[in-house]
């Protein structure tokens, strides 16, 4: 592997108590956290040290989860932590307890972290004021999904050796996508150019004023990248139609030998799944190890999660006073 970037990072370069989004962050900072977690990647799962011995780490997801939930369980056990994964469908939340009154019910228990999922933008950034906690956003809405964008990026780097001046396109359901959001922000702070392809339904123009280049044609906006990443069609944000049906989005938007052959000859195949084969992917695409890096999306996930845990954990030393 080349390690010309990230550079090698000397000391602690993160300044933050909560893991909003990636666009609070620094380059610098990203940098960091993706060295951090390639060493974590390399090290055997009984290697890492037990940074977080102690500490609680509650699991709160107010929307469906199978890798990041269970990701970001792992890191946590990976780093000495106790889990606790709050069934919201069996939770008071049911009863309809708000979420402040969540939070305060969480400050109680002095958990020392909070990973939220939630279905509103901004339901993560609302709880970390209102939380002692340390509070990383497993994905809220539309807006933001970091740990998604962080784990694409460190499996990008790992076979590109660089992420700066690598040409990405990111298709299908812009829209509705936080993935893409915050891949879109993560690349073109380390450098990359990125072409978002989607049909005008779910490319809304607005994205160019983000500095994407919109393609509404998958020939030319696949032609010469070097990364393709894929979307799952989010039909549970979708009101009303935006398209006509799976098949025939994927006449148009889905990605097929034909079409990846427009790509660069190394281009690499990605997608944060769940993956919809047949609508946005062909299965022997998805499943060519030659050029899909799917499963090591996965696997760099519970990398750069335990990374943020790290990161972050650097504040406990000096926690916040709490109000009489
Ligand atoms: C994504 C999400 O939830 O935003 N999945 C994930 O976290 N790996 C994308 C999706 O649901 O399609």
């Known amino acids: 592997m080349n390690t010309t970037f990230p550079p090698a990072t000397v000391g602690y370069g993160f300044a933050h108590r909560h893991l909003l989004g990636i666009e609070p962050l620094q380059p610098g900072e990203i940098a960091y956290l993706l060295d951090q977690a390639a060493a974590f990647a390399d090290l055997a799962p009984g290697e890492a040290p037990d940074r977080l011995a102690g500490a609680t780490v509650i699991n709160l997801f107010y929307e469906n989860s199978t890798r990041t939930r269970s990701s970001?369980?792992?890191?946590?056990?990976?780093?000495?932590?106790?889990?606790?994964?709050?069934?919201?469908?069996?939770?008071?939340?049911?009863?309809?307890?708000?979420?402040?009154?969540?939070?305060?019910?969480?400050?109680?228990?002095?958990?020392?972290?909070?990973?939220?999922?939630?279905?509103?933008?901004?339901?993560?950034?609302?709880?970390?004021?209102?939380?002692?906690?340390?509070?990383?956003?497993?994905?809220?809405?539309?807006?933001?999904?970091?740990?998604?964008?962080?784990?694409?990026?460190?499996?990008?780097?790992?076979?590109?050796?660089?992420i700066d001046g690598l040409q990405v396109a990111i298709c299908g359901d812009i829209r509705h996508s936080r993935v893409a959001r915050s891949n879109l922000l993560l690349l073109q702070k380390m450098g990359a150019s990125v072409r978002l392809v989607g049909p005008p339904t779910l490319l809304p123009r607005s994205y160019e004023n983000l500095g994407a280049r919109l393609y509404h044609r998958m020939e030319e906006g696949l032609e010469g990248v070097d990364i393709v990443m894929m979307l799952r069609l989010q039909v549970e944000r979708m009101a009303g139609t935006f398209i006509p049906s799976g098949r025939e989005f994927f006449r148009h938007f889905g990605l097929d030998r034909e079409r990846l052959a427009r790509a660069r000859p190394d281009a690499l195949v990605m997608h944060p799944g769940p993956m919809n084969r047949g609508v946005e992917i062909a299965s022997d695409i998805a499943d060519d190890l030659d050029q899909s890096v799917i499963r090591e999306q996965v696997e760099m996930g519970v990398a750069v999660r335990m990374a943020c845990f790290e990161a972050l954990s650097r504040h406990r030393a000096s926690p916040p006073l709490r109000a009489a």
């Open 72 to 162: 970001f369980e792992i890191a946590a056990q990976r780093l000495g932590a106790d889990v606790v994964n709050m069934d919201v469908a069996t939770s008071s939340v049911k009863k309809g307890e708000t979420l402040i009154d969540t939070a305060d019910t969480l400050n109680a228990m002095r958990a020392d972290f909070l990973v939220v999922r939630h279905n509103q933008a901004g339901a993560v950034k609302l709880l970390s004021r209102k939380l002692d906690a340390h509070v990383l956003n497993g994905g809220d809405g539309k807006h933001e999904h970091p740990t998604q964008a962080l784990a694409d990026g460190l499996t990008i780097w790992r076979h590109k050796g660089r």
